[in-house]
């Protein structure tokens, strides 16, 4: 089974920084394009930024240019890094990863998700 384990939410002042991380286990699964979602009060998951096992990257038109995604694919893990923050990201943050069994064709993949981290912004 997939696991994510987050960590790095956290109280920060408008204008700060912040650095997510999301540390992926799972015997015998191949991790392919990660990412992060963050939910609003009342609102539906969005997705933030995702990066693929190659590195290329997508992201939210709102926090371009603030958030950077990153990985490293010998610990399985991606972070977020969170810059120029604003009291509108506010959110629960969730890894995702889109994982497959080793050896099984890219269809099989399925989403799996994080227990969510919170990041406050105050101003």
């Known amino acids: 089974q997939v696991q994510l384990v987050e960590s790095g939410g956290g109280l920060v002042q408008a204008g700060g920084s912040l650095r997510l991380s999301c540390a992926a286990s799972?015997?015998?699964?191949?991790?392919?394009?990660m990412g992060w979602y963050r939910q609003f009060p009342g609102k539906q998951r969005e997705l933030v930024a995702a990066?693929?096992?190659?590195?290329?990257?997508n992201y939210a038109e709102s926090v371009k240019g603030r958030f950077t995604i990153s990985r490293d694919n010998a610990k399985n893990t991606v972070y977020l890094q969170l810059n120029s923050l604003n009291p509108e990201d506010s959110a629960v943050y969730y890894c995702?990863?889109?994982?497959?069994?080793?050896?099984?064709?890219?269809?099989?993949?399925?989403?799996?998700w994080g227990q969510g981290t919170q990041v406050t912004v105050s101003s």
């Open positions: 799972g015997s015998g699964f191949s991790f392919n394009a």
């Open positions: 995702n990863t889109r994982a497959v069994v080793r050896g099984l064709p890219s269809r099989s993949e399925r989403d799996y």
């Open positions: 990066i693929t096992s190659t590195g290329t990257t």
